[in-house]
């Protein structure tokens, strides 16, 4: 247990120092691009002054160290991430609206690869070499190969278009008043609202799926490898041996120690599902956070990069560190490690 | 607990699953989802799908701020919340009463006195006086943004002398000074100020910007109801409006920010949209128009498509190196690639009060252009200087134009290079010299409709180094011919100085090939409603074709 501790403590601190690395990294590479933002903002025809006051206002005129000082103060002790050139907001406004929506899709997915991908690599590998196995690895073989957006129109043509079966796109609107998370899921819920839980249900199953498939199909294969490769460990043998049953074998002696291979691609793959969102959110008009990084990246938009950035970063880390806790927890020779 | 877990997990799967598999009930229920009708929402929950129409724009702006839009989707959400002194004639753009009844000027234009109306009121029942047109422009000029430019070297102050009565004073005389009041968006000063802010104005605070990022303060037909950033808009009637708004108009409007072609083609199939945007590419309103219930029409817009050639450059400094280009340039073969398009040998659109048919352009013709390449400078060594042709990136079909260009040219010896560079680099590109590629393509607007404007705004030293000019012109003689010709009240003699400079830009400067007339081709669907647009009542300026208050829900 205390090993336990003593490893997350450290990775926790790890992930503080490279956080901040990351934030300074970004915020001078952002001086580095061509161009005035303010400028590019406020359009061709806008007054001298107003582009001065404006980039005074965003502290765009004092140097680096203090402009990064000041940005870094302001997070630390007020949650400010500065003001949106994209949106005239705070950003923290913006992530606020935008990314509980991001977070959901992207939390829903992550289930779908969890649940989908590990079943299928499961039943292949279970099925090794059999017809099963091998519908499974060219449909998990294909699902690798062919992009999301993809899948998005295919899904749309056929379950929204055609057959109606969900909407083309969008998420249902609440009024002001019962967005408390913001999570449109939780917001229905919370309002008592079952239908309506039902509705944002039905309006993200698409683009989750169209976002999870392919992270299905190559944690399928992930898994079915780690279980194939178990099966001829020394422990299995024994395991059949000493007559345990053909089940308890599966879902316990070997899917333990597979896990620890899919547990940590699996963590990749979430993480990296919020980058990978933009096309799909744009495909079907979830106004989220991924559109909003990429929106504040093509306009060029400072303290948006930054802040996109900065929660890139605290997600990838924050989930790599939950994946590590996992690892920890299926194989104690990593946690000795971990502590020395 | 383990298993508790594994059994939660599988059950919301499973719920999700059957959630897909329950059906859509969507269209049966009269219940829409975020960008088609809402749920939730307060404003439509009561209306049948008929009161509402749907529609897209290419972009939803971060605030319907009057003191800050000037771009097309600013305008055509403006247009319906916000009103001004005068009202552009539908077929002319003459100046008509509109919040102002009548106006008077002394001999030289420097002092304006408007009467106002005396019966109109805010969205929120507030009655509107000469104090909000004051407010407006004060607001307007020291913002800064916006069409602020148009009014901050031409207007000295604004005195009110009573409730209905207001005088304009003028820094300098300006000939197309009540033209461009159709830029001059009047808001509601008392619900600003109730709801400013501490801020960068002295005493006003900030001026209500912050309020105004999802609220409206106008006197328009519409307000604005629910603002979604970057996302949608939804306006609601004003039941204060002091005009006439027909029967048959709908009662709510839902506008959504949409560019992606396959999504819009299956929401107006499906009914879930009614009105798509004017900038969908060729393929998709193709596509679209082989459905008998969905029409389009060609909106011109105020401005034009052009090709701007870098004067300042090699080898586009040498004038025949820009004339061979212009003859090398198949303008008939450009307009067929958007379904065909209106041709201007001025660089002003015809429509245009001010456009000259007084001058011609360069013809298509190989000989020509090779002719004008053996009399440059680079007539020995052009393929020494590579020309680059840029486009903007998801422009439409404007890559298409810029590949035909590219190939007319290397038939007639150029080396081209062709890029297709994103909105903020294509800004950054213009903005010197040596980064401005030899040519770009690229549309450029008037703010209001008379030669003047786009004159100014595409042709004068104010805006080299943007993207509206990247011909870098830099002419002191035109210059002065455009200041001198805005000066002008009298409008006779202005219309004689604007033909001039269209003259002496199509023959002594030659920056710029006049590509088309800019349109929009808007597609609808005409068994929900109909149009005057659609009627073939097209509007001299694009954003009052979208005045919903005109429309008629079926």
């Not at chain 2, 020494?384 to 890559?399: K, L, S």
């Not at chain 2, 597609?523 to 005045?547: D, K, Q, R």
Request: hydrophobic share 45%.
């Amino acid at each position: 247990m205390k090993e336990g501790l003593i490893y997350v403590f450290k990775r926790f601190i790890h992930i503080l120092i490279i956080l901040l690395v990351l934030s300074f990294i970004v915020f001078s590479f952002i001086r580095l691009i061509p161009g005035d933002p303010v400028k590019s903002t406020l359009g061709p025809l806008a007054s001298e002054e107003s582009v001065n006051r404006m980039t005074h206002e965003l502290y765009l005129d004092r140097p680096l160290v203090v402009q990064y000082g000041h940005w870094l103060k302001n997070v630390v002790t007020q949650g400010d991430f500065g003001k949106s050139l994209l949106t005239s907001r705070p950003v923290s406004l913006d992530i606020k609206e935008y990314l509980p929506r991001s977070l959901e899709l992207c939390f829903l997915s992550a289930l779908m690869i969890l649940v989908f991908g590990v079943l299928f690599g499961t039943i292949s590998a279970v099925f090794r070499n059999t017809w099963i196995d091998n519908v499974i690895r060219f449909l998990t073989y294909l699902g690798v190969v062919t992009p999301p957006y993809a899948f998005g129109v295919l899904f749309l043509l056929i379950f929204s278009y055609l057959l109606k079966w969900f909407p083309i796109g969008g998420l249902p609107r609440f009024s002001p008043e019962n967005v408390r998370t913001g999570m449109l899921s939780i917001d229905a819920l919370l309002m008592g609202n079952f239908s309506l839980f039902i509705k944002v249900l039905q309006s993200y199953f698409l683009p989750c799926l169209s976002l999870a498939i392919g992270s299905i199909a190559y944690q399928a294969r992930i898994h079915r490898s780690a279980m194939v490769e178990n099966v001829n460990a020394d422990f299995i043998a024994f395991a059949e041996v000493a007559g345990v049953s053909k089940s308890k074998l599966i879902f316990k002696h070997l899917m333990k120690p597979s896990f620890i291979p899919t547990l940590t691609v699996y963590g990749l793959q979430v993480a990296s599902l919020l980058g990978n969102a933009f096309i799909i959110e744009s495909m079907f008009r979830i106004n989220g956070f991924s559109q909003y990084s990429l929106n504040v990246i093509l306009n060029k938009d400072p303290y948006g990069i930054v802040a996109v950035t900065f929660i890139f970063g605290v997600i990838f880390a924050v989930v790599n560190l939950c994946i590590d806790i996992g690892v920890v927890a299926l194989d104690p020779r990593i946690r000795l490690k971990g502590a020395e | 607990m383990k298993k508790k877990w594994i059994f939660l997990t599988v059950c919301l799967m499973a719920l999700m699953g059957l959630v897909g598999c329950s059906g859509n009930k969507t269209q049966e229920t009269g219940e829409k989802t975020q960008a088609a009708v809402a749920t939730e929402a307060p404003v439509s929950a009561e209306k049948t799908v008929r009161d509402t129409l749907r529609t897209t724009q290419t972009a939803i702006p971060d605030t319907c701020d009057p003191a800050k839009g000037s771009g097309e989707n600013d305008d055509l959400i403006f247009v319906n919340i916000y009103e001004t002194l005068v009202y552009p004639n539908a077929t002319t753009g003459d100046a008509e009463p509109l919040l102002a009844t009548s106006w008077t000027s002394d001999n030289d234009g420097l002092k304006w006195t408007f009467t106002l109306r005396d019966d109109v009121k805010f969205s929120d029942g507030t009655p509107m006086t000469a104090n909000d047109v004051k407010y407006s422009v004060d607001r307007l000029i020291a913002i800064g943004e916006g069409f602020s430019y148009i009014f901050k070297d031409v207007i000295a102050s604004v005195d009110v002398v009573d409730d209905t009565t207001v005088v304009f004073n003028l820094k300098k005389s300006f000939g197309p000074f009540i033209s461009s009041l159709i830029k001059l968006r009047i808001v509601n000063s008392t619900l600003l100020k109730a709801n400013q802010l501490d801020g960068n104005y002295g005493e006003n605070g900030d001026y209500g910007t912050t309020y105004l990022l999802n609220h409206s303060a106008g006197s328009g037909p519409y307000y604005i109801s629910t603002f979604n950033v970057n996302d949608s808009v939804y306006l609601t009637e004003n039941s204060n409006y002091w005009g006439a708004i027909n029967d048959k108009a709908p009662k709510s409007v839902e506008i959504t920010g949409l560019l992606d072609a396959a999504t819009s083609k299956m929401l107006l199939n499906s009914g879930e949209v009614d009105l798509l945007h004017g900038r969908q590419v060729s393929t998709t309103l193709k596509s679209l128009l082989t459905n008998p219930e969905f029409a389009t029409t060609s909106i011109a817009e105020t401005g034009m498509n052009y090709f701007m050639m870098n004067t300042k450059k090699a080898p586009t400094d040498d004038l025949h190196i820009r004339k061979a280009i212009s003859y090398a340039c198949d303008r008939n073969a450009m307009s067929a690639i958007y379904g065909g398009m209106e041709l201007s040998d001025s660089p002003i659109p015809s429509s245009f009060w001010g456009a000259t048919d007084d001058v011609t352009t360069y013809p298509y013709s190989e000989e020509d252009a090779k002719k004008e390449i053996a009399l440059s400078s680079y007539a020995n060594n052009l393929a020494d200087y590579p020309v680059e042709i840029a486009y903007i990136q998801g422009n439409g079909d404007t890559g298409k134009l810029a590949m035909l260009l590219g190939s007319e040219l290397e038939a007639v010896g150029f080396t081209v290079k062709i890029s297709e560079v994103p909105w903020v680099l294509f800004c950054d590109n213009a903005a010197t010299v040596e980064t401005s590629p030899s040519i770009t393509n690229a549309n450029s607007n008037a703010s209001y409709p008379e030669a003047g404007s786009l004159l100014e705004v595409k042709f004068s030293s104010m805006t080299a180094g943007t993207f509206n000019q990247n011909e870098w012109i830099l002419d002191d003689k035109l210059d002065a011919m455009i200041a001198d010709s805005l000066a002008t009240v009298d409008n006779d003699a202005r219309l004689a100085k604007y033909a001039e400079i269209q003259k002496y830009l199509t023959t002594d400067v030659v920056p710029t090939i006049n590509t088309f007339v800019g349109a929009v081709k808007p597609i609808w669907n005409t068994s929900v409603f109909s149009w005057p647009a659609g009627e073939g009542s097209v509007h001299v300026l694009e954003e009052y074709n979208y005045y919903y208050a005109d429309f008629m829900m079926k």
